[in-house]
């Protein structure tokens, strides 16, 4: 099974401050790459798919890009209500395994 | 507007059985797929399985075929998760979620079902 690296695990920063969260995958996804962010208490909610297409509603601070095996969320300027844990998904085969989690916060 | 309604908490003895279910509106039920996702306590997420209505063509992860099946009710465009056999390490959040793949992400998410496993 192909598998999904996420880092940092968790990561504090400033309100305004540039973020960037990574996903390796131990082998070639193409652009099969998916984010979430879950706020506590919530279901997860779609961000990007297809690596770097912005899921309709979502702000235009996130963004994501990829670099051969590695996929990159950004979130360009930190918001209060960004404060939530992040996971990729890799969607290319079965199973459509996720990422283990990134936890940001607001320092 | 997409909505999935999940059925409500549950507290289940070991060994016992549960049936949890995911009501669907708002999309053509039979054109998309519907997954099962695990969330334990304090933990990341986990792609159990998927659904797809239109030809009732079921898919599980290797970490629980066997232990969970996923069914759907057509009439009432709604999808099941059930377990003949709980036991304590089912405690979780289960979310349903629709996709439009069999491997493929999820756009809309119920709400999730608390399931706690406990004698």
């Known amino acids: 099974d192909i598998q999904m690296t996420q880092s940092p695990s968790s990561l504090s920063a400033s309100v305004g401050d540039r973020v960037t969260i990574t996903c390796r995958a131990s082998?070639?996804?193409?652009?099969?790459l998916a984010w979430y962010q879950q706020k506590p208490g919530k279901a997860p909610k779609l961000l990007i798919y297809?690596?770097?297409t912005l899921q309709s509603g979502v702000p235009s601070r996130f963004s994501g890009s990829e670099s051969g095996t590695d996929f990159t969320l950004t979130i360009s300027s930190l918001q209060p209500e960004d404060v939530a844990t992040y996971y990729c998904q890799k969607y290319n085969s079965a199973p459509p395994t996720f990422g283990q989690g990134t936890k940001v916060e607001i320092k | 507007e997409v909505q999935l309604i999940q059925s409500g908490a549950e507290v289940k003895n070991p060994g016992g059985s549960l049936k949890i279910s995911c009501q669907t509106s708002g999309f053509t039920f039979t054109k998309y797929w519907i997954g099962w996702v695990r969330q334990m306590p304090g933990k990341g997420l986990e792609w159990m399985g998927v659904f797809y209505p239109g030809d009732s063509d079921t898919r599980y992860s290797p970490s629980f075929q066997g232990h969970v099946t996923i069914s759907a009710d057509k009439s009432i465009t709604t999808v099941y998760l059930q377990w003949s056999s709980l036991k304590a390490s089912d405690t979780a959040i289960y979310y349903c979620?629709?996709?439009?793949?069999?491997?493929?992400?999820?756009?809309?998410w119920g709400r999730g079902t608390l399931v706690t496993v406990s004698s």
């Open positions: 979620a629709r996709g439009e793949g069999v491997n493929w992400f999820f756009d809309f």
């Open positions: 082998q070639g996804i193409s652009n099969y």
């Open positions: 297809a690596a770097s």
